[in-house]
Nanobody, 120 residues
C-alpha cells in the first residue's frame, strides 16, 4: 500500500505565495509522473502542473510563469511552489502520483487534498 500526505495549504492574500508538498510512503519502487490538480467550487477538476520522472514539466496556461513544480526522488516527495497567487487560484489542490511497486505493477494514487484560499 501507498500513502500520500499533502501539506502546505492555507489562507493567503492575493500576491502571496504558498508551497504545497506531497510525500509518498509505503510500497514504492519508483515514482513516475507527479501531478497537481485543483478543484474549485462550481468547476471541474483541472490539471495544474505535472513533472515526469525525467524532469519534464507541463503547466496549465493559467499558472505558467507563476507556479513551479519539483520533486525530490530520494524523499518520494513532490512540491508545488505557487507565487503571485490570485483569488481565482482558490481551490482544493490534490497531488497525483503514478507509482510503480516492487512487484513491477503501477497505480495512480491521489492525496486527500489541501485547501488553498486566496483573499483579495
Amino acid at each position: 500500500q501507498v500513502q500520500l500526505v499533502e501539506s502546505g495549504g492555507g489562507l493567503v492574500q492575493a500576491g502571496g505565495s504558498l508551497r504545497l508538498s506531497c510525500a509518498a510512503s509505503g510500497n514504492i519502487f519508483s515514482i513516475n509522473a507527479m501531478g497537481w490538480y485543483r478543484h474549485a467550487p462550481g468547476k471541474q477538476r483541472e490539471l495544474v502542473a505535472v513533472i515526469t520522472s525525467g524532469g519534464t514539466t507541463t503547466f496549465a496556461d493559467a499558472v505558467k510563469g507563476l507556479f513551479t513544480i519539483s520533486r525530490d526522488n530520494a524523499k518520494h516527495t513532490g512540491y508545488l511552489q505557487m507565487n503571485s497567487l490570485k483569488p481565482e487560484d482558490t481551490a482544493v489542490y490534490y497531488c497525483n502520483l503514478r507509482i510503480t511497486a516492487t512487484s513491477g505493477l503501477w497505480s495512480d494514487y491521489w492525496g486527500r487534498g489541501t485547501q488553498v484560499t486566496v483573499s483579495s
